[in-house]
Structures are given as C-alpha cells and as structure tokens.
C-alpha cells in the first residue's frame, strides 16, 4: 500500500497570504488528522477528520481550517499568514476514527517571511 | 507545567546499551502513543498503548494507568536508532504531545 503523501513539501509564502495543504491518506484510510510542529511549541494538534467531518479540534486561531472530501483526502487552509505560522505540517491517517493507530504523512515545510 | 513530561530531554548511548525513556502525564487518556521522528522531519508510531505492555523487535513499551506513567524500553540500541522519540496522548478528543527525547548512539 502506498503511504500517506502530502503536497506541497516545501512551500514558502508572504506574510498575509493564504496556503493550502494537501493530504493524500492510505488507501481506505477514512481519519485524517494535522499537527503542527514548531522548535518552539514542539508537535500540537491542529484538527482531525473523519468521513468528512470534523471531529475534533485543537486550539488554534480561526485562521486554520479544514475540510475532507469523500475520497479521505484533506486539505488545510492557513489564511492571513503570520511569520509564526512557519512551521512543519503533518497529516496522519488512520482506519478508525481518533485514537487509533496513525500513519505520518513526509510532512510539509512553511516557511512564512 | 506541561501536561505530557518526557525525561530525560536528550540521551546518549553506546551501541549495545539497554536504554529507557519516560513519559508522565496528568490528564485522564483514553490511549498513549510512543512515536519515532528521524531527521528531516518523518515520524513512524512505534507503539500505541491504553494498558501493560507490548513488545516489537528490540523495542518494548509499557505503561501504568494508576500511575499516569509510560516507559519506552530499546534493546541492544544500535546506531540506526539514533532519533527523536515523542510522547503523545489521546485525550479529551485530542492528542497532546511531550517536548521528544533525542537519543543518539555511538558505534
């Protein structure tokens, strides 16, 4: 089975941009979760999908949002930019909804100036 | 203070050593999640956890729900274990992270 892929892999912006993530989960795959991960803060969770819902969400600005399409896959969507929002952005899928095991996407590299 | 402590921060080992990292956490979990992330950023889930122990290959994780505490144990550690090993877990509908200890081994 191929894995978790996401696009960009490197990706860098203005302040007060907005980016889109992609997130492609293992095939059969229907949870998708996003973290963020900064030398400062370490790994946070951003928010998690499941069947095209979202379940659940951590505690981050308005400016992060979310969807899932009806084949798993996911984007996010980061409006606004601000230089903090650099960071590296990874999705994970797995079977069942949260907590079960999850499969870590390569991630994606923001870099915000 | 944090709500996922991992100690110690950073490790070094000798090629053979038997080595241990701890995970303490103060909310109630539903799972705990022993993860491994490389440099360049790629994380695998070496384990996930809601009670006692398992094992795979040269790794071993354990936990105590009485006591709010994990331990991730590595075997005969060999270099290519050299990496960053996090500390998640699933609660309140969430997943909260530890800040990672960075272990590297000697040949």
């Known amino acids: 089975k191929a894995g978790v892929t996401q696009t960009p892999r490197y990706l860098i912006k203005t302040r007060g941009q907005q980016v889109t993530l992609s997130c492609s989960p293992i095939s059969g795959h229907r949870s998708v979760s996003w973290y963020q991960q900064t030398p400062g803060q370490g790994l946070q969770f951003l928010f998690e999908?499941?069947?095209?819902?979202?379940?659940n969400k951590g505690n981050f600005p308005g400016r992060f949002s979310g969807r899932q399409f009806s084949n798993s896959r996911s984007e996010m969507n980061v409006s606004t930019l601000e230089l903090g929002d650099s960071a590296l952005y990874l999705c994970?899928?797995?079977?069942?909804?949260?907590?079960?095991?999850?499969?870590f996407g390569p991630g994606t590299r923001l870099t915000v100036t | 203070k944090n709500e996922v402590e991992q100690s110690p921060q950073n490790l070094t080992a000798q090629e053979g050593e038997f080595i241990t990292i701890n995970c303490s956490y103060s909310?109630?979990?539903?799972?705990l999640h022993w993860l491994q992330q490389h440099p360049g950023g790629g994380i695998v889930s070496l384990f996930m956890?809601?009670?006692g122990k398992k094992k795979h290959g040269r790794l071993i994780a354990t936990i105590n729900i009485q006591e709010k505490h994990s331990s991730l144990h590595i075997t005969a550690s060999h270099p290519r274990d050299s990496a960053v090993y996090i500390c998640a877990v699933a609660a309140n509908n969430d997943m909260r992270f530890g800040a990672g200890t960075r272990l590297t081994v000697k040949p």
């Open positions: 999908y499941f069947s095209e819902t979202q379940r």
């Open positions: 956890l809601s009670s």
């Open positions: 994970a899928s797995s079977f069942r909804d949260y907590p079960y095991e999850q499969y």
């Open positions: 909310v109630g979990i539903s799972a």
